[in-house]
């Protein structure tokens, strides 16, 4: 999860009683719980794409770029995320949810409404890749 992805889920906190924010309330599927975005090098050679459309085979993963790099979007839910968007160790929770706040988030834009490129399917990302690369359909020869 990078600074984007973090949240301040809970932020009011009453008598002991803890509070959902309104907006995060709001947010059934507590979208930036359920999802780490992990930087990675940009890729560049054929080799390199061919182990993005590794990654992206599996479920929940999902490629983009936007102005600070390339990232995987991986969609995995917290352990720690209660029922009603609570989080269950807030006092203790990591610093890159401290950070976040919702006064812009992804429940405003989605990830993939806010990148530059995004690739949900291995078809997406290859498709992508054979038009970048006008021999990439001979990438593995040199192992022939
Ligand atoms: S995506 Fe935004 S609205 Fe949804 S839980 Fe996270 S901070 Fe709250
Ligand atoms: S630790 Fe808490 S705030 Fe952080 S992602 Fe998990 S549930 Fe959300």
Partial sequence: MNAKNA???VDVE???EVIIDKKCSKCKKSICCNSINQKIPAPKSKEDFD???WQISHQGI???KDAD???LLIET???HLLEG???GIYDNRPWVCREYT???CEFDESIEEASEIFFSTHKQLEKYCRKRFKKWDKRFTIYD
């Fill in 7 to 9: 949240i301040k889920l």
């Fill in 62 to 64: 999902n490629v983009f």
């Fill in 69 to 71: 790099g390339w990232f």
């Fill in 102 to 104: 919702n006064d812009f």
């Fill in 14 to 16: 009453i008598a002991g």
């Fill in 77 to 79: 839910n917290c352990s």
């Fill in 51 to 53: 182990h993005l459309l």
């Fill in 85 to 87: 968007g609570v989080c």
